[in-house]
Every structure is written in C-alpha cells, then in structure tokens.
C-alpha cells in the first residue's frame, strides 16, 4: 500500500466584470474576428479595481472546500501557485489562510507562471506523500490584467483573471494505475527562453510591477513541443498509451496550441476541456478552471483519467496524470 493525493473537490471563482473583444477593439486595433480566429477567445473576466488575488484565491478555495464537504478546519497545508501575488511578501497563500480561519500546517507561495498548478499538484502530492500534509488546498490565482500593457494588442487580448483550487486528501492506494488520485507529475524548466515571455519588472531589477512582454511565434513553437513531450513522459511513467486518456485538461493558452496537443493523443474534441473561449488564458489559474467547470457539469466522473499538461514563462513546463 502507498499513500496517494486524492482529490477531494474543486472549485472555483471568475469575477464579475466580462470583457468582449469588441470592447477591446475600442481600445486598441484589433477585432473580434482577429482575436477569434488566432486564439480562440471571445471573452475575458477582469477583476474588480478593490479585487485582490487572495479575494479570488478564498473564493474558490471556499467552493472547493463545500464541493469537498471538508471542513475548513481539517486544512493543514495551502499553496497559491500565482504569479500576480497581492504584496511583494508574505505569501498570498497566507492571507488566503487568514481569511479562511486556518490556524495549523504550512501556507507559501509558487510561481512558475502558467505551470503553476501543475508545479503545485507535483509539490503537493511529495508533501502528502511524505506525511507532512494530511488535507491540502492548492490554488491557482491570477490578477493578470494588473500587469498587462493594454496598448500592446499582442499581449492585452490575451489574458484574463480568474481562480480554481482543488482539495487533496491522504488515502492509500495499490501503488498501480488503478488508485484514485494523482499517478505522476513531471516538471521541467529552461531559463534560457527567458526573453520569449517575461514581465519587465520586479522588486530587485525596476522597483515596479511591470508589464508582461511576450515573443507569440516562439512561445507557440515550444509550446507544441514541450506539453507533448511531458505528456509523453507521463504516459511512459505509468506504462499507458493515449487510449487510457478520458480527458485531456490543459492549459488554456490559445485554442490551435489546444487541438495540436489533442490531436497528438488522438484524442476527439469532445474528451478535450476547452475553456479559452470564456476565460482566455489565466495562467495558474486555467487549468483548475477548466478542471472545475467540466467535473461541475458532469463531464468528468470519478475514476476518469485526466491528463493535464502546461507551459509558461521561464520557460516552465510539465503534466500530471491522475484518476478522478
């Protein structure tokens, strides 16, 4: 017997405001057409000017934990995978403890922008693995519009701000592919392609936020190699091929990057979790978004195989494979 990382529950949370990409043809040269047909996005949720990234992070942890029925109380372990924390320091993760009542266990912070989640899951289950957590919360949390340049069309279209967390839990398993909950996480990094996609600011370099800056040709060119290269890794893993995939959950960048990965797997569009149509891409936050969304309208079941797989800035990149 092994101990595994179930997930108990998710939940998530899109504040209220929606912006179209008519709206946004208001304010820089573009169209809903463009935006359409090179992305896939037709909307994005932008949060409130007093909405914090720890406000969106409660919101969904406080849905996943219902969604769980697991008390708050049983929580000893929070990570915020975020790139847009709310302060500098301390961790996001800690405020989100405070407004939660948690008094026990660990809460930090983990940034590895758009493979945030999938970083998280691959921390988290070591932790529970190894017994130093018992119930965890991992949230993806994101404020990106905070760090957006909305006169750079390339860029401020792309983007979106939103939360997902999932609560994990402690439980034995057989230590095969039959066990309820996460199998394997594999990440990676290469900060040589820093250039391709990087925010121009920070605490030590400008004394300011920044703006993101993106390269889209290079970032698109590895991000077709890198996610099926460690979707690969994880199938190998386990001793699977594509057939044992039930649903293929991935980052919500851009929808060709989507159906290249789902056409890898030879997977058809309707086992593929497609959610940038809505949400655009919410870096950390997009992947317990669209996880939420399809166990929510019944899609995903228990004992379905989900396949998760994520690139972001750094780069940062890796996949996770888990039984529902």
Known sequence: MIVRAKIKGCGSYLPERILTNDQLAERVETSDEWIQQRTGIKHRYIAGENELTSDLATKAALAALEHANINVSEV?????????????????????????????????????????????????????????????????????????????????????????????????????TSDSGILSTHIYADGRCHDALYVDGGPSSTGTAGFLRMEGKEV?????????????????KSDLGPEAID????????????????KKLKLPKERV??????????????????????????????GDMIMMAAMGGGFTWGSALLRW
């Open 247 to 262: 649903w293929l959950v991935p980052h919500q960048a851009n929808i060709r990057i989507i159906e290249a990965m789902g």
């Open 220 to 236: 698109f060119r590895q991000a077709v190699t890198r996610m099926p290269e460690a979707i690969d890794a994880a199938l190998k």
């Open 273 to 302: 979790v497609v959610t940038v149509d809505k949400h655009a891409n919410t870096s950390a936050a997009s992947i317990p978004l669209a996880l939420t969304e399809a166990v929510y309208d019944g899609r995903i079941k228990r």
């Open 76 to 176: 000893d372990l929070i990570v915020c995978a975020t790139a847009t924390p709310d302060e500098t320091f301390p961790a996001t993760a800690t405020v989100v403890q405070k407004n939660l009542g948690v008094t026990k266990g660990a809460a930090f912070d983990l940034q590895a922008v758009c493979s945030g989640f999938v970083y998280g899951l691959s921390v988290v289950d070591s932790l529970i693995q190894t017994g130093q957590a018992k119930t965890a919360l991992l949230i993806g949390a994101e404020t990106f519009s905070r760090i957006l340049d909305w006169e750079d069309r390339s860029t401020c279209v792309l983007f979106g701000d939103g939360a997902g967390a999932i609560v994990l839990q402690a439980e034995e398993g057989n230590g095969d």
